[in-house]
């Protein structure tokens, strides 16, 4: 036995029992809100999407939204719905059902108003909430981890100290048998024919290429240059060479596991082991992504201080800067920075951060949970609103 | 265990400084849980990498286990890896195109 958790119907293992408020527009967001506030025991993810968009993201968006309702996290779902919003918003109770879970959905425009469809949705969580608290955790080993990686805010002792412990502990949960999503492939860029080295075969090594040349087009495709001077003057200063020394430092917290797929964007792994997902860097898209692949814990190294955690998944916030420890104690969980004093070799950094990740798998509530810093939350699009 | 600089993979030729390393020290590097020592030829920034065994001229430099670029001079045992003598694979316009 690794740690405990909520074993659920399909399968999947639920590290927090939560009853979900999704909104599925925009414009529903308020109502989610206020439902979830009144109901303890409910988790609430609210975002910026659901109308006026391209079908590509209209599609995107209900995809998101199953995949949420389907994380393990999550005991049953109440969808928070306007009524005339674009989301295919029964087809999203529908896949969420199919996965075995109880679904409520509210639909604002028919209920009559705000304040009815709160007092509605309160009832309605209320009792969904007491069938979760029915739920037990139960012995479970790493083959039942699905851990999500990701870094923000990062500076020189990133690459060098939180990242490849990240690495080695992310290979321990592979090893055994578990899952662990990499995304964030704007950071792939310059390192990405290394990361395709580390495929398990060509295809998959080309679909790796194929989608940081997919980023960088779509980067360049509003006139930036995101390469533009790489590394930079500051970089050089600091005693990075080249763009391969700079990105190997991102993926450095993927460790040395074959990649063994590509996914879309929010997409649930249908094999185990190391795999990577489309998804651009900024936390509340790349949170998101990680929670709606059903990650059930989310590991995310930060060089001078990222805050954001996830309404319904926990984050661990790994840090190898001394001072980024001492002065953000509210928001940092784990302090590898005696690995930038020689005082600590990477593999113990790394034991350490896989205990850490399995403590909090069993329920040890992060900062984020605990500061409830987890709200500004998005799906990623790919098109314009319009 | 105390070290000044780190070697991130056993298979790399350079280490990373761990603190600001003059001339003349012998710096003790941290190779997963080994240690060894290595005479500092020249100054060493906080964060900058030095070579833990001579590179040849044209050699690929090796961080992380992984090739971060090539080298263009000798780098002895104890000197600067850095922009001075190591150039980037990628991204080179001056290349020849499709080259890696």
């Known amino acids: ?386 | 265990m105390n070290i000044d600089a780190i070697v991130i993979k056993e298979t790399d030729n350079v280490a990373t400084a761990l603190r600001d390393i003059r001339a003349g020290e012998e710096a003790a590097i941290g190779v997963g849980e080994k240690t060894a020592k290595i005479p500092i030829q020249e100054p060493i920034p906080y964060g900058h990498k030095f070579a833990v065994r001579d590179i040849e001229p044209g050699e690929n430099v090796l961080k992380y286990g992984e090739v971060i670029g090539r080298a263009t001079a000798a780098i002895p045992v104890g000197a600067h890896a850095h922009v001075q003598n190591i150039e980037s694979l990628r991204g080179r316009g001056d290349l020849a195109k499709g080259g890696r």
């Open chain 1, 1 to 386: 036995m690794e740690f405990m958790g909520y074993r659920r119907g399909d399968g999947r293992v639920g590290t927090r029992n939560y009853v979900g408020i999704l909104s599925t527009v925009v414009c529903a967001n308020e109502v989610a809100d206020a439902v979830s506030r009144q109901v303890r025991g409910t988790a609430c993810f609210t975002h910026q999407q659901g109308c006026c968009q391209t079908p590509i993201d209209i599609q995107r968006v209900t995809d998101v939204l199953s995949g949420l309702g389907q994380n393990p996290n999550l005991v049953s779902v109440l969808l928070v719905s306007l009524g005339c919003e674009s989301t295919a918003v029964e087809e999203v109770a529908r896949r969420i059902q199919d996965g075995g879970k109880r679904v409520e959905t509210i639909v604002i425009q028919e209920i009559g108003g705000a304040a009815r469809s709160i007092a509605e949705g309160v009832l309605a969580a209320q009792g969904m909430v007491q069938e979760a608290s029915r739920w037990e955790r139960e012995p479970c080993g790493l083959e039942d981890l699905a851990l999500g990686l990701k870094c923000g805010s990062s500076d020189t002792t990133s690459g060098l100290a939180p990242n490849p412990a990240l690495g080695i502990a992310s290979d321990r949960i592979v090893q055994g048998g578990g899952t662990s999503i990499l995304g964030e492939v704007t950071e792939f860029i310059g390192a990405e024919h290394l990361l395709a080295r580390h495929a398990e075969n060509p295809e998959i090594g080309q679909q790796i290429l194929d989608l940081v040349r997919r980023m960088e087009d779509r980067a360049k495709s509003v006139g930036a240059d995101i390469r533009g001077g790489q590394p930079t003057g500051g970089n050089i200063k600091g005693g990075l060479t080249t763009i391969e020394e700079k990105s190997l430092g991102a993926i450095a917290k993927a460790g040395t596991a074959p990649v063994r797929a590509v996914y879309e964007y929010g997409v649930a792994p249908s094999v185990k082991g190391l795999v990577v997902m489309d998804s651009p860097g900024r936390e509340p898209e790349i949170l998101t992504g990680l929670a709606a692949a059903g990650c059930n814990v989310i590991a995310f190294t930060t060089g001078r201080g990222a805050p954001q955690g996830f309404p319904f998944v926990p984050v661990v916030k790994i840090t190898g800067n001394r001072r980024t420890w001492e002065k953000l104690q509210d928001h940092m969980d784990l302090d590898v920075s005696p690995i930038m004093d020689g005082a600590e070799s990477l593999v113990h950094a790394g034991d350490r951060i896989l205990r850490e990740l399995l403590e909090v798998a069993s329920g040890k509530l992060t900062k984020a949970e605990i500061s409830g810093y987890t709200k500004a939350m998005d799906i990623y699009t790919v098109g314009p609103v319009i």
